[in-house]
């Protein structure tokens, strides 16, 4: 699988909050990168996987008619996501089940496009998780799991925000930044693939890059098609 088009552009809030420089929101350049690279089918049936508060999810109801579900095992977080939906005008399209990634609540083959960001580093088993998405994709559906901040995300905020995350893993020992750092490998990415016998997929991305590295915060993605 190869990537496909070009990024846009987004907007930069370069705001001061509490004496840190304010990092622009990420999601609409995440959103942005899906769009462009799985090109999917703008009016079938999405599904954002780990949605939390559904922030993913907004920002591609923007840019789509598709209908979106979002999958989360936090009721609460869903019901801040319905309500967030509702205030932007999406609740006819956008909708919520509680669930997780290993056992999915969608039928087989009835999904167009898998999204997930942030969340397969908290899976209780990725492999099985990942063959759950492969399950339900329909002919010619696409999933892209992983994280990041989008490629167009201004290069600053990436290494800032990336400074940030580094010091707040690092402060919780040795052991947990060597954790951090193995769940965002793409060997360990291309290992869960294979375990989850994923006939075709690409890796995207070099994970978990230092702050000062200039690629920091473009993470890592892994994308597959039925």
Not at 16 to 37: H, Q, S, T, W
């Given at each position: 699988?190869?990537k496909?088009?070009?990024?846009?552009?987004g907007?930069?809030?370069?705001?001061?909050?509490?004496?840190?420089?304010?990092?622009?929101?990420?999601?609409?350049?995440v959103?942005?990168?899906?769009?462009r690279?799985?090109?999917?089918?703008g009016?079938?049936?999405?599904?954002?996987?780990?949605?939390?508060?559904?922030?993913?999810a907004?920002?591609l109801?923007?840019r789509?008619?598709?209908?979106?579900?979002?999958?989360d095992?936090?009721?609460?977080?869903?019901?801040?996501?319905?309500?967030?939906?509702?205030?932007?005008?999406?609740?006819?399209?956008?909708?919520?089940?509680?669930?997780?990634?290993?056992?999915?609540?969608?039928?087989?083959?009835?999904?167009?496009?898998v999204?997930?960001r942030?969340?397969?580093?908290?899976?209780d088993?990725?492999?099985?998780?990942?063959?759950?998405?492969?399950?339900?994709?329909?002919?010619?559906?696409?999933?892209?799991?992983g994280?990041?901040?989008?490629?167009?995300?201004?290069?600053?905020?990436?290494?800032?925000?990336?400074?940030?995350?580094?010091?707040?893993?690092r402060?919780?020992?040795?052991?947990?930044?060597?954790?951090?750092?193995?769940?965002r490998?793409p060997?360990?990415?291309?290992a869960w693939?294979?375990?989850?016998e994923?006939?075709?997929?690409?890796v995207?991305?070099?994970?978990?890059?230092?702050?000062e590295?200039?690629?920091?915060?473009?993470?890592?993605?892994?994308?597959?098609?039925?």
């Amino acid at each position: 699988m190869s990537k496909r088009g070009e990024g846009l552009p987004g907007s930069v809030d370069t705001r001061r909050r509490r004496g840190k420089r304010a990092l622009p929101d990420y999601y609409p350049f995440v959103a942005e990168d899906i769009v462009r690279l799985c090109r999917p089918r703008g009016d079938g049936l999405w599904v954002d996987l780990g949605a939390g508060e559904g922030p993913v999810a907004l920002a591609l109801a923007e840019r789509c008619q598709a209908r979106i579900i979002l999958v989360d095992p936090n009721g609460e977080a869903l019901v801040a996501a319905r309500e967030a939906a509702a205030s932007k005008g999406y609740a006819d399209r956008i909708h919520t089940m509680r669930g997780r990634a290993e056992a999915l609540p969608l039928a087989d083959r009835s999904v167009d496009l898998v999204v997930s960001r942030g969340s397969i580093y908290f899976w209780d088993d990725q492999p099985r998780g990942l063959a759950e998405v492969y399950r339900v994709l329909c002919e010619g559906g696409q999933a892209m799991i992983g994280g990041g901040m989008g490629s167009n995300y201004p290069q600053w905020a990436r290494q800032e925000f990336i400074r940030r995350r580094h010091k707040g893993v690092r402060s919780k020992g040795p052991e947990a930044y060597e954790r951090f750092l193995w769940l965002r490998d793409p060997e360990t990415f291309a290992a869960w693939a294979h375990e989850a016998e994923l006939p075709e997929f690409e890796v995207v991305g070099e994970g978990g890059k230092a702050p000062e590295d200039p690629r920091a915060g473009l993470g890592i993605w892994l994308r597959f098609e039925r």
